[in-house]
């Protein structure tokens, strides 16, 4: 049994930042991608960033610059710092990860809101 936690949401003004972190724990044989996508309402699930194994990052157009994710793999942990940000970022923000336990399996975290607003 594999449970990704999320972390971190929260109501920002425009502009600000803020910072997700998502901790996988379990019987966790090794991790591969792990990234994060956002759920408007109303609209599709969109990926946001993406961290493979080895580190190659790869970014929705409208986050690039602006955005940056990073693991921690002796944590198990992904990150998301979210920089200068806007009212379109506004979400609810779902972590994922490409994990083997006894089989390679794709996994999701509960989700967290993401509220930019004045």
């Known amino acids: 049994q594999v449970q990704l936690v999320e972390s971190g949401g929260g109501l920002v003004q425009p502009g600000g930042s803020l910072r997700l972190s998502c901790a996988a724990s379990?019987?966790?044989?090794?991790?591969?991608?792990m990234g994060w996508y956002r759920q408007a309402p109303g609209k599709q699930r969109e990926l946001v960033a993406l961290?493979?194994?080895?580190?190659?990052?790869n970014y929705e157009d409208s986050v690039k610059g602006r955005f940056s994710i990073s693991r921690d793999n002796a944590k198990n942990t992904v990150y998301l710092r979210m920089d200068s940000l806007k009212p379109e970022d506004t979400a609810v923000y779902y972590c994922?990860?490409?994990?083997?336990?006894?089989?390679?399996?794709?996994?999701w975290g509960q989700g967290t809101q993401v509220t930019v607003s004045s």
């Open positions: 379990g019987s966790i044989f090794s991790m591969y991608d």
């Open positions: 961290i493979s194994g080895g580190g190659s990052t």
């Open positions: 994922y990860a490409n994990i083997m336990t006894y089989r390679l399996t794709d996994y």
